[in-house]
T-cell receptor, first 114, second 115 residues
Framework: DAGITQSPRHKVTETGTPVTLRCHQTENHRYMYWYRQDPGHGLRLIHYSYGVKDTDKGEVSDGYSVSRSKTEDFLLTLESATSSQTSVYFC?????????????FGSGTQLSVL | AQTVTQSQPEMSVQEAETVTLSCTYDTSESDYYLFWYKQPPSRQMILVIRQEAYKQQNATENRFSVNFQKAAKSFSLKISDSQLGDAAMYFCAYAGTLTGNQFYFGTGTSLTVIP
């Protein structure tokens, strides 16, 4: 499958601290996405990127920012973590942004905000 | 935003039996795609099957098939000859051309396979 690496795999942090999650891909996919997964909510889109330095908001973007300075890296930052941001975060990539396109997922980051 | 509804939080099936997972969606688009993704305990998301809305024929992939009812906006997944390795969380997902080609996921159905 596509080479998508998320780091860290697990993180515990305190409320109010900044947190950055990293997604690295080796497939040269143009499109990259950050989702959060919560029980009873499924996966919800936080932010996505359609090219270097080109990003846009998803449905649950409040409290999150992203950056993409290189094709292969997509960073998700929680400026001041809150307990409501405790979740599993998934990065996904796609070669094209077409509705029939397969998404390739990383293995997720379990984030706990205490 | 589009909505995707999975009304069965949990399902169970006896090994070698057949199980059907339900999914309904809401859209005003005519051109869209539907997907089923599997998430085993490893957390890896695996594409199981996809359906193009303009195709009337239901998609099949080995033991996995769908029942796509466009008018009813229903997209169920049938797993035949269930195996222990089928135990996972299953997510239904929608992607359409008018919604920026973003993917919308349901809340998931946790499938248990009983030996």
């Amino acid at each position: 499958d596509a080479g998508i690496t998320q780091s860290p795999r697990h993180k515990v942090t305190e409320t109010g601290t900044p947190v950055t999650l990293r997604c690295h891909q080796t497939e040269n996919h143009r499109y990259m996405y950050w989702y959060r997964q919560d029980p009873g909510h499924g996966l919800r889109l936080i932010h996505y990127s359609y090219g270097v330095k080109d990003t846009d908001k998803g449905e649950v973007s409040d409290g999150y920012s992203v950056s993409r300075s290189k094709t292969e890296d997509f960073l998700l930052t929680l400026e001041s973590a809150t307990s409501s941001q405790t979740s599993v975060y998934f990065c996904a990539t796609a070669f094209r942004q077409k509705p029939n396109e397969k998404l390739f997922f990383g293995s997720g980051t379990q984030l706990s905000v205490l | 935003a589009q909505t995707v509804t999975q009304s069965q939080p949990e399902m169970s099936v006896q090994e070698a039996e057949t199980v059907t997972l339900s999914c309904t969606y809401d859209t005003s688009e005519s051109d869209y795609y539907l997907f089923w993704y599997k998430q085993p305990p490893s957390r890896q998301m695996i594409l199981v099957i996809r359906q193009e809305a303009y195709k009337q024929q239901n998609a099949t992939e080995n033991r996995f098939s769908v029942n796509f009812q466009k008018a009813a906006k229903s997209f169920s997944l049938k797993i035949s000859d269930s195996q222990l390795g089928d135990a996972a969380m299953y997510f239904c997902a929608y992607a359409g051309t008018l919604t920026g080609n973003q993917f919308y996921f349901g809340t998931g159905t946790s499938l248990t396979v009983i030996p």
